[in-house]
């Protein structure tokens, strides 16, 4: 298990600045029973953040026509729905949600090219919420697949997560082995299906990113 790149962005930023910061309650309160409880809050903080960022080196692989998931967390929709963003028509959707937890590393679902993609500023309500797909800040990108079928991928930031990070763009030829990006601290992810798809997950379940099937199409 490794520190994913986006941890190694920020945690010696917040490692720093802990520094700065309990060197500073140490001058002006010296060996205090305060002093010590900031350092040990400080401390937990610091390997939260590196367990956070953690790289489970996930092998990927998927079976012809399976769709994996594209992150860790729970199964909270699977249900038909209009899609009026790309697809204008009935989808099946099956949304999983990130508690902060989980790995936050966002898996590339399926082969194919990427034929769209669209940021949206937004809210930040708690992405377990269903209007947070249409009304949180979010990023939408549709991969087609060889055969024709497109998927619908849409990442959502939460009432802690602020920050959506997309590593592929329109145009890109992309497969399961790649990572699509990663969302800080708590957030959703939504897949929007053929209504032919066989979803092979339930409500509830517990999913690993880039190792359960979602559906078969």
């Known amino acids: 298990m490794t520190i994913h790149k986006e941890g190694l962005k920020i945690i010696p930023f917040i490692l720093f600045a802990l520094i ?28 939260f953040c590196f367990w956070f960022f953690r790289d489970p080196g996930t ?44 790995v936050h590393i966002n898996h590339v679902p399926v082969s194919g090219q990427i034929v769209y993609q669209q940021y949206h500023p937004g809210k930040f309500l708690p992405a377990y919420v269903p209007k947070s797909s249409g009304e949180n800040e979010r990023c939408t990108t549709v991969i087609k697949r060889e055969d024709g079928t497109e998927i619908l991928i849409r990442q959502i930031a939460g009432l802690i997560a602020r920050r959506i990070v997309t590593y592929k763009h329109a145009g890109d030829v992309v497969s399961e082995k790649d990572q699509l990006g990663f969302i800080r601290f708590g957030s959703r992810v939504d897949l929007f299906f053929p209504r032919s798809a066989q979803i092979r997950v339930q409500p509830d379940q517990t999913v690993q990113g880039g190792i359960t099937v979602i559906a078969e199409i």
């Not at 992150?71 to 999983?96: C, T």
């Open 59 to 102: 092998v990927k692989s998927a079976p012809e026509n399976g769709v994996l998931s594209v992150s860790d967390g729970k199964v909270v929709v699977i249900e038909p729905v209009y899609e009026p963003e790309y697809f204008r028509d009935e989808r099946i959707q099956v949304s999983v949600f990130m508690s902060v937890t989980n």
């Open 20 to 47: 700065i910061f309990n060197a500073a309650v140490y001058l002006f309160m010296g060996e205090s029973v305060l002093f010590y409880g900031i350092l040990s809050l400080s401390t937990l903080f610091i390997l």
